[in-house]
């Protein structure tokens, strides 16, 4: 998948067809040949990245700093099969055991030490304080540049 975006932050969803010794940008919606047209200049983001761009951008999200606050996990030991209908068995609840959030934008771990806060948009998008400030607050997609090799979160 990939994501063109211009100026006016629009974003236009689409894939690339090789074509002999071309490559076509082909939108998912047909009415998007003409807004690709009229625009000369366009940034290509891939979907990871494109997934970023649009949070940041997107003025119709709400962010608001919160506390995060350790809720309770479920803990799975295995697996049993039973018939066709595949059946949990051991199911443990963990207290607390969801303790942490990573950063949409940067992986930052939220919920522990300094960063005990962070901004959340429902229902489940967190970043932190520094990837709010710098690019979520100005509507930058500056991070994109910061990362040479977009191919994923780190582990962990
Ligand atoms: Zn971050």
Redesign the pocket.
């Known amino acids: 998948m990939s994501r063109a975006e211009s100026e006016d932050d629009h974003f236009i969803r689409g894939r690339w067809r090789q074509r002999g010794e071309l490559w076509a940008f082909e939108p998912d919606e047909e009415r998007d040949v003409q807004a690709i047209r009229a625009q000369q200049h366009w940034v290509i983001l891939d979907g990871y990245w494109g997934e970023r761009a649009e949070l940041v951008l997107d003025r119709n999200r709400q962010w608001r700093k919160v506390r995060f606050e350790p809720t309770d996990a479920i803990k799975l030991e295995g697996w049993t099969t039973q018939g066709t209908q595949p059946e949990l068995s051991d199911r443990e609840i963990v207290e607390s055991g969801w303790d942490h959030e990573h ?6 771990t939220i919920g522990t030490g300094e960063h005990a806060t962070g901004y959340l948009s429902p229902p489940e998008t967190w ?6 400030g710098e690019f979520v607050e100005r509507r930058s997609l500056g991070f994109i540049s910061k990362t040479p090799d977009g191919d994923g979160p780190p582990s962990g």
């Open positions: 950063c949409a934008i940067c992986w930052e970043v932190c304080h520094t990837c709010y």
